[in-house]
């Protein structure tokens, strides 16, 4: 009786090794199952898709990213360039002479006449218009404005 009956013990070595069997036999079918499913993903069908699939996404959208970017910024400089070309325009002699207006100076086109007391009566000038020049001979002078 202090003794386990070795009949009895060999029954129940005989169970264990048994549900051992089972238990590996299950955690092998288990392993299969997964490494099947595994071998059926992508990943493994396709493996450089999967590794490059992702980075080629993240390269095409920074790849759109920048070429917005440099989209707007062309489109923004194009807005400042019509600004100054205005700005330059206003500011140009020609819109000036196109205005009405025209630049006196002396025949060899050296010196800009602004003063009636820089030339002389009988002298030769060059004036200026929008469309052309004319050779002029000062007649009379009058200081008077």
């Not at 070795?6 to 169970?15: A, P, T």
């Not at 288990?30 to 396709?46: E, G, I, T, Y």
Request: proline content about 2%; hydrophobic content about 40%; overall charge positive.
């Amino acid at each position: 009786m202090a003794v386990p009956d070795q009949k009895e013990m060999g029954r129940y070595i005989l169970s264990l090794r048994t549900r051992l069997v089972r238990a590996l036999v299950g955690k092998i079918e288990k392993c299969r199952q997964r490494l099947s499913s595994c071998l059926a993903s992508q990943a493994f069908a396709r493996p450089v898709d999967t590794i490059c699939g992702a980075r080629q996404q993240a390269l095409d959208f920074l790849s759109h990213r920048l070429l917005q970017g440099v989209r707007s910024t062309v489109e923004c400089e194009k807005g400042r360039l019509a600004v100054l070309a205005g700005r330059l325009q206003t500011l140009s002699p020609l819109a000036t002479l196109a205005r009405g207006y025209s630049i006196c100076a002396s025949v060899d086109g050296k010196h800009v006449v602004s003063d009636v007391d820089s030339i002389n009566i009988g002298e030769r000038m060059s004036v200026r218009l929008h469309r052309g020049i004319l050779q002029c001979l000062v007649e009379d002078k009058n200081n008077r404005c």
